[in-house]
């Protein structure tokens, strides 16, 4: 299980296996019990090697968040070319996308997971700053040329934006939650929460619609 086209291909070799080894073992285990030792071990690298290239864990770390992240929201815009004009259409496309993305390079959900759902103490402020990042490239998608005019009188698409965004990702952080020390994190329910998202956004059509 291995994600690939996460890093620059002018890095050095030895910088990719460390990447490489490093993105397993935090999907796998986490910031906290993350070992470098292991990430070296397992990368056939000295560990001055690891600090030639990273300071510390948490850089290592945050440098591959923030490439996964990356990753995530070029692979979604992609998926998002030929969106509907309707706002919960979009929401639904936005989430099947981002299943699609998550079966596909399982190593970036198993981080989000460990990033995004157990939020580790030591980088809470780092990840926060990274969720805002994440939550502004969702209300653009939704946002860009969206089609108004069937909102109730007084709604704005930004707020109904708003807040659709903030429940599917409380819906989301529910189901995880409930099945994430499970083998693969969640992932499974994670895809019976959205192949029934088109069902939670008809619930919500009639607040929001004329």
């Known amino acids: ?34 070992s ?3 990430i070296v071990q397992n990368a056939g ?4 090697m690891l600090f030639h290239f990273f300071s510390n864990k948490k850089t290592l770390y945050l440098y591959i968040v923030d490439a996964c992240l990356d990753y995530f929201q070029t692979y979604l815009k992609g998926h998002m ?8 259409d979009r929401v639904a496309e936005l ?16 981080l989000a997971v460990e990033t995004f759902v157990r939020y580790p ?33 007084g709604i704005s698409p930004a707020r ?3 807040f659709l965004i903030t429940a599917v990702e409380a819906l989301i952080q529910k189901h995880v939650r409930a099945h994430v ?5 969640g992932l499974d329910a994670l895809q019976q929460f959205f192949g029934e998202l088109s069902t939670y956004m008809d619930m919500v059509r009639y607040g929001l619609y004329r």
């Open 1 to 34: 299980m291995q994600t690939i086209h996460l890093w620059s291909q002018d890095e050095e070799p030895n910088k990719v296996k460390l990447l490489n080894a490093a993105l397993l073992e935090f999907a796998e285990k986490g910031y906290t019990l993350g």
């Open 36 to 38: 470098t030792n292991q």
């Open 45 to 48: 690298i000295s560990k001055g």
């Open 81 to 88: 070319q030929m969106r509907s004009s309707d706002l919960l």
């Open 95 to 110: 989430g099947m996308a981002r299943m699609k993305l998550f079966f596909e390079e399982p190593l970036i959900y198993r």
């Open 121 to 153: 103490a030591e980088i809470r402020e780092e990840i926060a700053g990274r969720e805002q990042q994440v939550y502004a490239s969702y209300l653009t998608m939704l946002l860009e040329g969206l089609d108004s005019s069937v909102l109730r009188e």
């Open 160 to 162: 109904a934006a708003d």
């Open 181 to 185: 020390n499970q083998e693969d994190k």
